[in-house]
C-alpha cells in the first residue's frame, strides 16, 4: 500500500531531552516536507526537500532539523526541544513539484513539558 | 508576502444542505495551485479538491465544487447535499514553486 509513515503517532518529553519524528514513504517520491498544525494558524512548512541530500527552510525553520540522505526517509529532529514546539506535525510527499498529489502521513501529536 | 485567509472559523450546515467555505489568497505570482484539504476527526489530511490557477473551468469532484475567481484571488468551496460524514475541518492551500500556505482553517458541523 501506498503510503506515507510516520512515528510516533504520540509523544511527551521533556525541555531539552532530543529526539527524533521519522518519516518514510515508499512511493518514490521525490519531494517531502514537514509541516506543524497550530490552531487558529492552519500548517506552516518547516522544511522540504526536492530530493537526496535537498533540503531547504520553510517557513518556521528555527529549532528544528532534517536529513534527506535517502529518498524514502526525511526525519524531523528537534535537538533541544521547548514548550513553544507543542504541535501537530505532519509529513508529506509528492511525486516531483508538490503541486501534484501531496501524500500526507498521519500526523504526531508533540506534547514538551 | 503570500497569504491564505479562511474568514470563517467555524460553519454549520443541516444534512443534505448546500454550504459554501470561503477562501482568499494574495499572490504576485501568476502560476499557481489551488488545494481544499479535508481533516476529519482522525486527523488524517484528504485532498478534496485541486485547481490550477491558469485553468478558467471551474474544477469539481462528486458533490464538491470550487468558484475559482483569479482577478479576486477568492477560491471558494461549495458543498452539495451535506452529509454527515463531511464534518471536520477544511483548509485551504496555495502553492507556487515550493512556497505552500495554508489558511487557518474552518471548522464545519453537519446537523443530522
Known amino acids: 500500500e501506498a503510503q506515507v509513515t510516520q512515528n510516533p503517532r504520540y509523544l511527551i518529553t521533556v525541555t531539552g531531552k532530543k529526539l527524533t519524528v521519522t518519516c518514510s514513504q515508499n512511493m518514490n517520491h521525490e519531494y517531502m516536507s514537514w509541516y506543524r498544525q497550530d490552531p487558529g494558524l492552519g500548517l506552516r512548512q518547516i522544511y522540504y526537500s526536492m530530493n537526496v541530500e535537498v533540503t531547504d527552510k520553510g517557513d518556521v525553520p528555527e529549532g528544528y532539523k532534517v536529513s534527506r540522505k535517502e529518498k524514502r526517509n526525511f526525519p524531523l529532529i528537534l535537538e533541544s526541544p521547548s514548550p513553544n514546539q507543542t504541535s501537530l506535525y505532519f509529513c508529506a510527499s509528492s511525486p516531483g513539484a508538490p503541486s501534484r498529489l501531496l501524500h500526507f502521513g498521519n500526523g504526531t501529536r508533540l506534547t514538551v513539558t | 508576502a503570500q497569504t491564505v485567509t479562511q474568514s470563517q472559523p467555524e460553519m454549520s450546515v443541516q444534512e443534505a444542505e448546500t454550504v459554501t467555505l470561503s477562501c482568499t489568497y494574495d499572490t504576485s505570482e501568476n502560476n499557481y495551485y489551488l488545494f481544499w484539504y479535508k481533516q476529519p476527526p482522525s486527523r488524517q489530511m484528504i485532498l478534496v479538491i485541486r485547481q490550477e490557477a491558469y485553468k478558467q473551468q471551474n474544477a469539481t469532484e462528486n458533490r464538491f465544487s470550487v468558484n475559482f475567481q483569479k482577478a479576486a484571488k477568492s477560491f471558494s468551496l461549495k458543498i452539495s447535499d451535506s452529509q454527515l460524514g463531511d464534518t471536520a475541518m477544511y483548509f485551504c492551500?496555495?502553492?507556487?514553486?515550493?512556497?505552500?500556505?495554508f489558511g487557518a482553517g474552518t471548522r464545519l458541523t453537519v446537523k443530522p
Open positions: 492551500a496555495f502553492i507556487t514553486r515550493n512556497d505552500m500556505r
